[in-house]
């Protein structure tokens, strides 16, 4: 039990309690409706695998934009940043700031490679990229494996985030909210398809930058203002012992240099191997649409990351100075900010962006995933299906893995859960962005150098993860001790492996319209 | 610089990165995370064998700006209690340097860059017209 003159900061208590509740389910009722509403617009548009897959390779700039914010921050910097913040102190946020360069290096490094090369073939999933540059059957095919199960898996972790959420407003349990946010994800994602999930994107992108900027205001003035914050936290007694407080506030927190760097390099880098990502310039209307893209990412992704930002460091203000206890989980930062300290229409409008933008990661996701199992694996294994069956069993497979996806999220232990955070950025960072990255900026590049470089990146950086949260022995005894942190490890590994190998075995034959591109 | 003078510097820095992780050495690790991420974005820049000048001059900037941001911010926090001696906007001088310089400033920047000079290095109409004869081929 907390002093009776502090705040509450048990999300439990806190949402019985709050007069507020019902417009927050109304506001969050009517964002969901708006949601459908574009799930049946799209589903309209959507006739062909292509529109299916790739949006029928027509969206714009402030599409591309938005999508590629949305997508490449998900639930993760409204939930788990603000968190992750309160626990550690600014270092935290060398996860967010990479955005300063991850959509300079997105846009500069694959963006203008994907778009061409879509001009040129007719080019709808990364694999089938791999494919063409290669011209090797086992990459794609190992690729499309990767992107299916690590994508399965992954969205397990996103589904159980989103039923906390929609459990919270609904006041239901979470597993509800697991299973209910999966059905609208799928209304929208099995009719509409990539064109669903771009303008859920750009609806969701638009929304929370503006929900961020008030958000934003609130957070410095719950905290007394940024002075007031700052000097709070840097001279708590209870952080007094070897100087956390000041080290909370600094540009690094309270975490080891190397960890917050290998943060910032793995998700700068790590970028050009997110399929989700890669996948969305294949959809672009024309090359000329590339040019504002990555600026427009950027702004929305400063906006939402200085949110995480207040909120975090405002939060643990409160909490040093006695007026809020100590959170229950450092997650529920956010929730129990929103509740305390500001309307509730924002926090409505907050939840529906929470939910929405893990739901739109969720259609991207499984809508790669769909492409995985209907064209690029049967084309790897020389089995093509018709556009209408790509598109007919694409839908089947969308809804399978929903299925399956829920089915994980609501029968793991927390172990489990654990575990199957193991299969997100890190394992696509290391096992597809040198392949993607080098692929098609250097005509060196071979298909037994990408085919050991994925092999290596995927094993690698799943094996270190599993080690690291099982407690492995042999991780443990040998790799624990050495302060590396998996991804970025597993990401050089693979790097060094694709340039080394590719040296020393047999050139590809590049088709020239392929040469063009690299050329490029 | 060619692509494969560009491959060549990567594969460097990427070795010496996995030695400071190694090592535990995050001095050698601030000066090779920089420079891995600016050789993927000179390698990708590379038109038809060469990189433009104005494009180029523009990534050797923002290299130095964030290679140099990072060595101050280090360099702050050696001495713990310097952390808050002086603020900038309510923020120790240290973390006002990675919010406005390293993370905003780069990212406006950077992107900016590559908005200005997307008509005339990255993608120019010239280029275009020869990508599209070469794949009608």
Known sequence: MGNNSMLSSDPGILLKDYTGMTTVGIVVSFFFVIVLAIGIWATRKTKSSSEFFAAGKQIGTIALALAAFSSTLSGFLFVGAPGLIYSIGTGALWLTISTSLAFTVLWVVVGKKMRLLA??????????AIEARFKSKPASFIAAVAILVGVVLYLATQLLAMGVVIGYVFNFDYKYGVIIGMIITLVYAVGGGMLAGIYTDVFQGIIMALASLFIIGFAITAGGGLENITMTIASSPALAEGSIGQKFVGPFGAAPYTLVMSWFLLFALGVIGQPHLVHKFFMIKDTRKLKMGAFLSTVPSIIAGVLAFVVGMSVKSLVLSGQLEPLVKADDAIVVFLLHFTTPVLTGIAFAGIA??????????????????VRDIPKSLNKV??????????????????????VLALSLSDEGIAILGAFGWGTFAAALSPTIGLGFNWKGATKTGVIVSMCAGLIGAISLELGKILGMSWYVDNIAGLGIYNGVFAFCISLILLIVVSLFTEKCDI???VEAVIDC | MNQNKGVFVILGVTILMLVAQVTKNYMLFAYTMPTLIFSFIFLGSITKNKIPKILAAGWVVMYFVVLISLLTMINIVQVPENITADLVFGLPKATAILLGVFWAFTGLATTAIYAFRFDKDILSEETMEEFKNKIKK
């Open chain 1, 119 to 128: 001009e040129a073939r007719d080019i709808l999933t990364v694999p089938d």
């Open chain 1, 356 to 373: 929405s933008a893990i739901m739109s990661t969720a259609d991207s996701f499984i809508n790669i995933a769909s492409a995985a199992a």
């Open chain 1, 385 to 406: 299906l018709s556009e209408k069956q790509e598109l007919y069993y694409g839908r089947i497979v969308s809804v399978v893995c929903g299925v399956i996806s829920v």
């Open chain 1, 511 to 513: 088709d020239s319209d």
